[in-house]
């Protein structure tokens, strides 16, 4: 008996000792590099893993991806518990509402670049566009691995079959109601809907039309919630006439599938749907044919007399500041940002060099005229901390007002509180 | 009469209540379409067996199956080492400090464990045992339940028999491998059983500890997968997951079926 | 808990040593020994976090970060905390909801199948199923059963969104909970009723008393200790809840339950001060509604 138990604890002390020890004593490297779930991107991570692999025999990298719907949470954990990877690639929301609070970062090595000063690094890439991943301080904690405008897709045969003209798409968000209504009318029920995934993808939209109304979620000076200002209200009260009031499609019939978010444009089941160029290209190479019928075009406003208003988001690549090998991550990283044309040709990922958009590969991405006009247009997020808590109650207000009906002042009175609640704590 | 007339209502509820698990495994086989066809249609049109192994080909469903299979496994043994030797200590043996041990091991029963996981997680943390089967196996290698329901069962072990032992020279360790053992044999199995199922079943503590591919186990494993399919297209998949993963405590239950009532019953502390 | 019944069953001399003071033999510390494997797992992984729970609900941390002692603030935020209130909420519903009809239900049906007939016992092995099935495969299928096309709208042609609305949301699971549960508690009350003596009942039968003042008269009054049991372990579990509501909502809608609370305060959000805090709160809730438990069934004992 004391047998057994004896070699039971011997056992499991092994197995804790099996975990992951990663410098062999000959130089060998292992970096450990995780991502979100996004099929075609994935595809390019290993084919680029493989090239530097074998031109570097000494490093090996161990790639994991994560799904979509506890990738925030598991990088929150693994990064706030020192068991977090080497290189992560993580979105701008994400950066400045957690990590950076949290000093769970490193910040960018212009060595790895082959360059003398981060400056030099900065130089490369359109002005602004690196502000995601900066923090209060405009320190650069990383690279983008993809930088995304907001622009709007329509079904051009789903509007023929309507009546409607696709080169004159809608411009307002009034007009896409109009528009759906002939969509309905034509036996198309599902003429445009919004993604209800995570907590993340419900801000992605709040955040689209809080642009364009004048509302946010926190207040300029980013010390107090602003979500019952009337900015916000009318964004949510947007939201939910084109989900809800408007009838030009059910939400509760809405994919949600995380892997494959633009499952519903994809299949020919809907017919408009605000999207971003890797969007575009997952659709390419799921649904080749219904991608055939798909035309991109500018984002809809709601205010069709002001200028117009867009959202830009991006991926970063950056450096665990638990790392033990940092230097070597950042070189790495630096070959992933080189392979710039191919994230562009292969998985319509921008990275936002100067003369990106007139580039001899971005030429041929159809519709680079109106991606490029897109993130002129657009604008980051502004971002406060315990960004996961604000999201979530973004994620809550949005439910209790377009599925369950409930009046859009009470739901953002409350979400107000919350929020500040969350940001003052 | 009236008792046949309670027995059919009896008998009709429980149909009721299997249906759904008829609804899970009819599903799984059938065409992914004609899942949430309307109106519903039990019988599938055609029996998509590849739908089990749809599971293996798109997830590591098999490495999370294997895993839990590993720390299941592994954690009852540890059970049944600990609680059956801290069962008989408490038992058999007089020494200072015994009673009150007891009662601070039957007081935890009353408070779940999620309330200490906090705390048990950054000192997980603090070991290193973050991501590994350390972490899933060695706090669960022994349970209140466990010593209370093996105190109670060496407790009717006869002390005429342990005397006879003692005085033909066996030690402690032999007593209780040649005479004790053998009389407890039926509830250490209903034990085995029941922390084989608690294990099984694990899901918040796992998800906590150990989230990476390589030492995840089926009920994180399965709630991940869910989470990434939740749309139509994936529900063939997630069926046959899900049936896969009701396979084992299901069959055990059936073939231990007596074992497992005994344990349900015991851990009320009934007998 | 009745174990006279044991006692006069049991072989003369068997039992547990006697813990009065006597010179400790050597035997006695080998004895000591043996139970250290287990109450060294127990004290490290058991107690150690028990105490250590209490002394984190009064700090601000994150894990990474060295501790920040902030008092009784974590407290004070949770007492005015809209959203720990409604898990707070969620969780008495849920477990309201689904151990009340559960245990009833468990209660008539161990009356009317307790017989030993072999089709009975097909009839109870239908009800005990869902007690073999683990809960996260389990909520995957009512996930698909609580579909707006699914089994449960289509069988009583419903037209309810089960998971999409805060009206019904917390319904399903209590719907799917009570599924599952009954099963658990019908064993624990056939085996109570096992254990009643069948003088007692014969004698009932013949005094003429019907079935109703049987059951009320005779049978309850005898399962009360079983009852006071079942409705602590009800509560236990009713809070335990975790999986469902991962699986069936991600806790949208008016489901996210005291423990789903802690797990993204912890987890998601990295304060686990303060999620030590309501761990400290759950703790002596459930230690409260248990001894009042206990109390209303004693008192009520005859």
Same mark, same amino acid.
Request: proline content about 6%.
């Given at each position: 008996?004391?047998?057994?138990?004896?070699?039971?604890?011997?056992?499991?002390?092994?197995?804790?000792?099996?975990?992951?020890?990663?410098?062999?004593?000959?130089?060998?490297?292992?970096?450990?590099?995780?991502?979100?779930?996004?099929?075609?991107?994935?595809?390019?991570?290993?084919?680029?893993?493989?090239?530097?692999?074998?031109?570097?025999?000494?490093?090996?990298?161990?790639?994991?991806?994560?799904?979509?719907?506890?990738?925030?949470?598991?990088?929150?954990?693994?990064?706030?518990?020192?068991?977090?990877?080497?290189?992560?690639?993580?979105?701008?929301?994400?950066?400045?509402?957690?990590?950076?609070?949290?000093?769970?970062?490193?910040?960018?090595?212009?060595?790895?670049?082959?360059?003398?000063?981060?400056?030099?690094?900065?130089?490369?890439?359109?002005?602004?566009?690196?502000?995601?991943?900066?923090?209060?301080?405009?320190?650069?904690?990383?690279?983008?691995?993809?930088?995304?405008?907001?622009?709007?897709?329509?079904?051009?045969?789903?509007?023929?079959?309507?009546?409607?003209?696709?080169?004159?798409?809608?411009?307002?968000?009034?007009?896409?109601?109009?528009?759906?209504?002939?969509?309905?009318?034509?036996?198309?029920?599902?003429?445009?809907?919004?993604?209800?995934?995570?907590?993340?993808?419900?801000?992605?939209?709040?955040?689209?039309?809080?642009?364009?109304?004048?509302?946010?979620?926190?207040?300029?000076?980013?010390?107090?919630?602003?979500?019952?200002?009337?900015?916000?209200?009318?964004?949510?009260?947007?939201?939910?006439?084109?989900?809800?009031?408007?009838?030009?499609?059910?939400?509760?019939?809405?994919?949600?599938?995380?892997?494959?978010?633009?499952?519903?444009?994809?299949?020919?089941?809907?017919?408009?749907?605000?999207?971003?160029?890797?969007?575009?290209?997952?659709?390419?190479?799921?649904?080749?044919?219904?991608?055939?019928?798909?035309?991109?075009?500018?984002?809809?406003?709601?205010?069709?007399?002001?200028?117009?208003?867009?959202?830009?988001?991006?991926?970063?690549?950056?450096?665990?500041?638990?790392?033990?090998?940092?230097?070597?991550?950042?070189?790495? $990283?630096?070959?992933?940002?080189?392979?710039?044309?191919?994230?562009?040709?292969?998985?319509?990922?921008?990275?936002?060099?100067?003369?990106?958009?007139?580039?001899?590969?971005?030429?041929?991405?159809?519709? $680079?005229?109106? $991606?490029?006009?897109?993130?002129?247009?657009?604008?980051?997020?502004?971002?406060?901390?315990?960004?996961?808590?604000?999201?979530?109650?973004?994620?809550?207000?949005?439910?209790?007002?377009?599925?369950?009906?409930?009046?859009?002042?009470?739901?953002?009175?409350?979400?107000?509180?919350?929020?500040?609640?969350?940001?003052?704590? | 009469?009236?008792?046949?007339?309670?027995?059919?209502?009896?008998?009709?509820?429980?149909?009721?209540?299997?249906?759904?698990?008829?609804?899970?495994?009819?599903?799984?086989?059938?065409?992914?379409?004609?899942?949430?066809?309307?109106?519903?249609?039990?019988?599938?049109?055609?029996?998509?067996?590849?739908?089990?192994?749809?599971?293996?080909?798109?997830?590591?469903?098999?490495?999370?199956?294997?895993?839990?299979?590993?720390?299941?496994?592994?954690?009852?043994?540890?059970?049944?080492?600990?609680?059956?030797?801290?069962?008989?200590?408490?038992?058999?043996?007089?020494?200072?400090?015994?009673?009150?041990?007891?009662?601070?091991?039957?007081?935890?029963?009353?408070?779940?464990?999620?309330?200490?996981?906090?705390?048990?997680?950054?000192?997980?943390?603090?070991?290193?045992?973050?991501?590994?089967?350390?972490?899933?196996?060695?706090?669960?290698?022994?349970?209140?339940?466990?010593?209370?329901?093996?105190?109670?069962?060496?407790?009717?072990?006869?002390?005429?028999?342990?005397?006879?032992?003692?005085?033909?020279?066996?030690?402690?360790?032999?007593?209780?491998?040649?005479?004790?053992?053998?009389?407890?044999?039926?509830?250490?199995?209903?034990?085995?059983?029941?922390?084989?199922?608690?294990?099984?079943?694990?899901?918040?503590?796992?998800?906590?500890?150990?989230?990476?591919?390589?030492?995840?186990?089926?009920?994180?494993?399965?709630?991940?997968?869910?989470?990434?399919?939740?749309?139509?297209?994936?529900?063939?998949?997630?069926?046959?997951?899900?049936?896969?993963?009701?396979?084992?405590?299901?069959?055990?239950?059936?073939?231990?079926?007596?074992?497992?009532?005994?344990?349900?019953?015991?851990?009320?502390?009934?007998? | 808990?009745?174990?006279?019944?044991?006692?006069?069953?049991?072989?003369?001399?068997?039992?547990?040593?006697?813990?009065?003071? #006597?010179?400790?033999?050597?035997?006695?510390?080998?004895?000591?020994?043996?139970?250290?494997?287990?109450?060294?797992?127990?004290?490290?992984?058991?107690?150690?976090?028990?105490?250590?729970?209490?002394?984190?609900?009064?700090?601000?941390?994150?894990?990474?970060?060295?501790?920040?002692?902030?008092?009784?603030?974590?407290?004070?935020?949770?007492?005015?905390?809209?959203?720990? #209130?409604?898990?707070?909420?969620?969780?008495?519903?849920?477990?309201?909801?689904?151990?009340?009809?559960?245990?009833?239900?468990?209660?008539?049906?161990?009356?009317?199948?307790?017989?030993?007939?072999?089709?009975?016992?097909?009839?109870?092995?239908?009800?005990?199923?869902?007690?073999?099935?683990?809960?996260?495969?389990?909520?995957?299928?009512?996930?698909?059963?609580?579909?707006?096309?699914?089994?449960?709208?289509?069988?009583?042609?419903?037209?309810?969104?089960? @998971?999409?609305?805060?009206?019904?949301? #917390?319904?399903?699971?209590?719907?799917?909970?009570?599924?599952?549960?009954?099963?658990?508690?019908?064993?624990?009350?056939?085996?109570?009723?096992?254990?009643?003596?069948?003088?007692?009942?014969?004698?009932?039968?013949?005094?003429?008393?019907?079935?109703?003042?049987?059951?009320?008269?005779?049978?309850?009054? @005898?399962?009360?200790?079983?009852?006071?049991?079942?409705?602590?372990?009800?509560?236990?579990?009713?809070?335990?809840?975790?999986?469902?509501?991962?699986?069936?909502?991600?806790?949208?809608?008016?489901?996210?339950?005291?423990?789903?609370?802690?797990?993204?305060?912890?987890?998601?959000?990295?304060?686990?001060?303060?999620?030590?805090?309501?761990?400290?709160?759950?703790?002596?809730?459930?230690?409260?509604?248990?001894?009042?438990?206990?109390?209303?069934?004693? #008192?009520?004992?005859?």
């Amino acid at each position: 008996m004391a047998f057994v138990l004896a070699a039971a604890v011997a056992g499991t002390g092994a197995l804790a000792a099996c975990g992951g020890d990663d410098e062999g004593g000959d130089g060998n490297v292992t970096l450990t590099f995780w991502t979100h779930t996004h099929p075609p991107m994935i595809e390019l991570n290993k084919t680029l893993i493989a090239e530097y692999q074998s031109k570097n025999p000494n490093v090996k990298i161990e790639y994991q991806q994560v799904p979509n719907t506890e990738f925030a949470t598991k990088m929150l954990t693994s990064l706030s518990t020192g068991a977090g990877p080497d290189i992560i690639n993580m979105d701008d929301n994400a950066l400045r509402g957690e990590y950076f609070p949290k000093r769970l970062l490193s910040p960018v090595d212009p060595a790895g670049f082959g360059k003398s000063s981060v400056a030099e690094v900065e130089a490369e890439y359109v002005p602004g566009t690196l502000d995601g991943a900066k923090d209060a301080e405009g320190k650069l904690y990383g690279v983008p691995s993809e930088f995304n405008g907001t622009a709007f897709a329509i079904n051009t045969k789903h509007f023929k079959d309507a009546g409607l003209d696709p080169a004159t798409p809608p411009k307002t968000w009034q007009e896409v109601i109009d528009y759906g209504k002939k969509l309905n009318a034509a036996g198309h029920k599902q003429a445009f809907n919004f993604l209800y995934l995570h907590s993340g993808w419900y801000n992605q939209w709040f955040q689209t039309l809080a642009n364009q109304t004048g509302g946010s979620i926190l207040s300029a000076d980013g010390k107090t919630a602003a979500l019952n200002s009337p900015g916000s209200k009318k964004a949510l009260e947007l939201w939910v006439e084109l989900a809800r009031t408007s009838g030009i499609a059910d939400p509760k019939t809405s994919s949600r599938d995380a892997t494959a978010p633009y499952q519903d444009l994809a299949s020919g089941t809907q017919s408009m749907a605000i999207v971003y160029p890797w969007s575009m290209d997952q659709i390419k190479e799921s649904n080749p044919e219904t991608y055939k019928d798909l035309a991109v075009v500018p984002l809809p406003q709601a205010d069709a007399t002001a200028q117009p208003v867009s959202r830009v988001y991006g991926y970063f690549w950056a450096v665990n500041a638990a790392s033990k090998r940092k230097a070597e991550a950042w070189k790495f $990283i630096a070959y992933l940002a080189s392979a710039r044309d191919r994230w562009l040709t292969d998985v319509s990922f921008v990275q936002p060099v100067k003369g990106w958009d007139t580039s001899a590969a971005a030429k041929q991405i159809p519709f $680079i005229d109106v $991606i490029a006009q897109a993130y002129a247009n657009g604008r980051y997020d502004q971002v406060g901390p315990h960004w996961n808590e604000v999201q979530d109650t973004i994620h809550k207000a949005v439910d209790q007002a377009v599925f369950d009906g409930k009046p859009v002042d009470q739901v953002l009175n409350e979400a107000n509180e919350a929020v500040q609640r969350s940001i003052g704590s | 009469m009236k008792r046949l007339l309670v027995w059919a209502l009896a008998t009709a509820g429980g149909l009721a209540f299997a249906a759904v698990l008829a609804y899970a495994v009819l599903s799984a086989l059938k065409p992914g379409g004609e899942v949430l066809a309307v109106p519903l249609r039990w019988w599938p049109s055609r029996f998509e067996w590849h739908n089990f192994a749809l599971p293996f080909e798109q997830t590591p469903f098999a490495r999370y199956y294997a895993n839990s299979v590993f720390v299941g496994v592994t954690v009852t043994l540890l059970n049944l080492v600990t609680c059956t030797l801290a069962g008989y200590s408490f038992s058999k043996f007089s020494y200072p400090g015994r009673n009150v041990a007891f009662v601070v091991v039957l007081a935890t029963l009353m408070v779940p464990l999620e309330v200490i996981y906090v705390p048990l997680y950054a000192l997980i943390y603090d070991l290193g045992w973050v991501n590994s089967f350390a972490g899933l196996i060695i706090p669960a290698g022994t349970s209140a339940f466990g010593i209370f329901l093996m105190r109670q069962a060496i407790d009717s072990v006869p002390d005429e028999l342990l005397e006879a032992a003692r005085l033909d020279g066996a030690g402690v360790l032999r007593t209780l491998l040649t005479i004790v053992g053998p009389l407890v044999r039926g509830p250490m199995a209903a034990l085995a059983l029941f922390i084989f199922l608690m294990n099984w079943d694990s899901h918040l503590w796992p998800l906590l500890v150990a989230s990476d591919d390589d030492h995840r186990t089926l009920p994180v494993g399965l709630a991940a997968m869910q989470a990434n399919n939740l749309g139509a297209s994936g529900i063939p998949m997630m069926m046959a997951a899900a049936v896969l993963a009701l396979v084992p405590t299901v069959a055990l239950f059936l073939s231990l079926q007596k074992r497992f009532v005994e344990g349900v019953a015991m851990s009320a502390g009934l007998r | 808990m009745t174990t006279t019944t044991a006692r006069t069953v049991r072989v003369s001399g068997s039992g547990r040593a006697p813990a009065r003071r #006597r010179r400790v033999h050597g035997r006695d510390l080998v004895g000591a020994a043996l139970s250290l494997p287990a109450l060294l797992l127990f004290a490290f992984f058991a107690i150690y976090p028990g105490l250590r729970v209490f002394y984190l609900s009064l700090f601000d941390y994150s894990l990474t970060a060295p501790p920040e002692f902030v008092g009784l603030d974590n407290f004070r935020f949770l007492a005015e905390d809209p959203r720990f #209130r409604q898990a707070v909420l969620n969780s008495v519903f849920y477990t309201v909801g689904t151990y009340l009809p559960a245990l009833a239900l468990a209660l008539a049906l161990a009356v009317a199948l307790r017989r030993k007939t072999r089709g009975l016992g097909w009839v109870r092995l239908l009800y005990f199923l869902p007690v073999a099935t683990s809960w996260v495969a389990i909520s995957v299928v009512w996930r698909l059963v609580l579909h707006p096309d699914g089994l449960l709208n289509e069988t009583f042609h419903l037209d309810v969104n089960w @998971l999409t609305s805060s009206s019904t949301a #917390r319904w399903a699971l209590v719907i799917m909970g009570i599924w599952k549960e009954t099963g658990f508690f019908l064993i624990l009350f056939l085996a109570g009723l096992a254990r009643m003596p069948e003088e007692v009942h014969e004698a009932a039968l013949v005094d003429g008393a019907n079935p109703w003042q049987r059951f009320w008269r005779v049978t309850f009054p @005898l399962l009360k200790p079983i009852t006071a049991i079942c409705s602590v372990i009800a509560v236990i579990r009713g809070f335990q809840a975790f999986s469902p509501q991962v699986v069936l909502t991600g806790g949208a809608f008016d489901t996210e339950v005291v423990n789903l609370f802690v797990y993204k305060t912890a987890f998601e959000s990295a304060r686990m001060g303060r999620a030590s805090a309501v761990a400290v709160l759950m703790f002596a809730l459930l230690i409260a509604v248990t001894l009042v438990q206990l109390r209303v069934f004693r #008192r009520t004992d005859t």
